[in-house]
């Protein structure tokens, strides 16, 4: 989970330009490690590291003017944050 946190920080401060070259593989390696992770707390911590990636994919795409296909990452994203009931991110 290390690796994850790292392309997730690495997604939210790199140029726009290069989001998506450090957040779609967070989102691959975060359904890797949910599928093989069955403690509840490190669950969590995956989908929020998952939910943040997808935001930023979402930024990425509104940066570009693709508000359709932002609008589809930001829900994906949203929905992720209702499940593990994540108020504050769900805010951002």
Do not use: W
Request: aromatic share 6%.
């Amino acid at each position: 989970t290390i690796r994850l946190k790292i392309l997730v920080q690495l997604s939210s401060i790199c140029e726009s330009g290069e989001i998506l070259k450090y957040s779609k593989p967070a989102v691959e390696l975060a359904d890797k490690l949910l599928h093989s992770e069955e403690k509840t707390e490190t669950r969590v911590k995956i989908l929020n590291k998952k939910a943040k990636a997808l935001a930023n994919i979402g930024y990425y795409y509104n940066d570009k003017g693709d508000f359709h296909e932002a609008l589809v990452y930001i829900n994906q994203s949203l929905k992720i944050q209702e499940e593990i009931g994540d108020k504050k991110d769900m805010a951002t």
